[in-house]
């Protein structure tokens, strides 16, 4: 499979599994339960042979998807969930008990950081550090120290940990490090290369990329040894070690907790994916032609692209991230610019939270996002009062830059 390229595998790696009826299209199975002529084929899938036996644990269509996103990340295994949260909160909620501690980068996604909270209220303790200096990271490992978590580009800062640093120091201290690969996706880079054990997809962003479906996704890189991680129940410590940490996920994110992806949105995020690479490229280019004009307008106080020269992780996100800096920017406009004023004369870019749309997307993020955690904590992520975030699409590049140029006024 490997010696196909990356979309390739993505448009053909489901057909491997078999096709039904030649249909190139997984079809959308609707069906919530599945029937068996044998009772010992019934038993054999309760007992944990791969199949379908009641839809909140997947159907032919998840299972599709799921193969497309192991074969992006080049990992062993995927769980789909119905959005990225309930991957996250699946995540976190199976594989950490009371009295363990997170490490976490302080500059995750908001929603994130608010299921952070959760967790902290159910007895786990999270330390959230600079995860762009491995020696914050390594500074805060406690004995009960299970996972480190950090998403491979920080929304809306686009700070860029040293997420091939933190992955060698896992690896070195036997932790699980899970890599929210949203922003990047895989095409940009696999958090198998960056050392991760678990890799989180939101599919609603640009894997899906048209914004008219949900999901979210854990794939296994196979790099993480299950057999030390002491919160696997028993009844999961059976059969080869490489699987059990995902089938933990599974079955207590999907069985227990029930946050399913429906078969209708991972049809649509599935043929969505066929355009990743071709859409994310554009975006990309959009995006630093942008970035590149911002930056040089005299109404625009400061942007924050990892693509600039001036972004303080910029020579590490052009050795991670293959020369592509992602879609999404951070723009402070001059102080006589009227926020509202400026946002509401836009014409092509929408005003709409979302990232990862074929759309350009524009946000204020402070009013919004942001709202609810406070000045003090955001002074601390370093969200300023007039922040935008601007989340490109692939329009033509030319009308990004006339709109904001013409809404600048
Ligand atoms: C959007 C997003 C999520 C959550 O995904 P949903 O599918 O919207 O639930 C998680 N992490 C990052 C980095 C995101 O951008």
Known sequence: MSTFGFTTNILHSDRRLGTESGAVHKPMHPSAQYAFGQAEELVAVFQGRPGFSYARQGTPTTAALEA??????????????????????????????????VISSQYIFGNTNSLLGTLQNMGVAVTLVDA?????????????????????????????????????????????YVLDNTLTTPYLCTGKAMGAGLVVNSLSKHIGGHANALGGAVTDTGLFDWSTYPNIADAYRSGKSGGWGLTQVKKKGLRDMGGTLSSDAAHRIAVGAETLALRMQRACDNAMALATALSNHAKVSRVTYPGLAAHPQHERATRLFGGRYGALMAVELDDSIDLFGFLNRLRVLVLATHVGDNRSLVLPVAHTIYYEMGPVLRAQMGIADNQLRISVGVEDIDDLIADFTQALG
Not at 69 to 91: D, N
């Open 132 to 176: 762009t200096d491995l020696e914050q990271v390594k500074k805060a490992r406690r004995p009960e120290t299970r996972m480190v978590f950090v998403e491979s580009l920080a929304n809306p800062g686009t700070f860029v940990a040293d997420l091939e640093g933190i992955g060698k120091w896992c690896a070195d201290e036997g932790l699980l």
């Open 68 to 101: 497309k996103i192991t074969q992006m990340e080049q990992g062993t295994g995927t769980v789909s969930f119905a959005t990225g949260m309930a991957a996250l909160a699946a995540v976190f909620m199976t594989l950490l008990k009371q009295g363990d501690h």
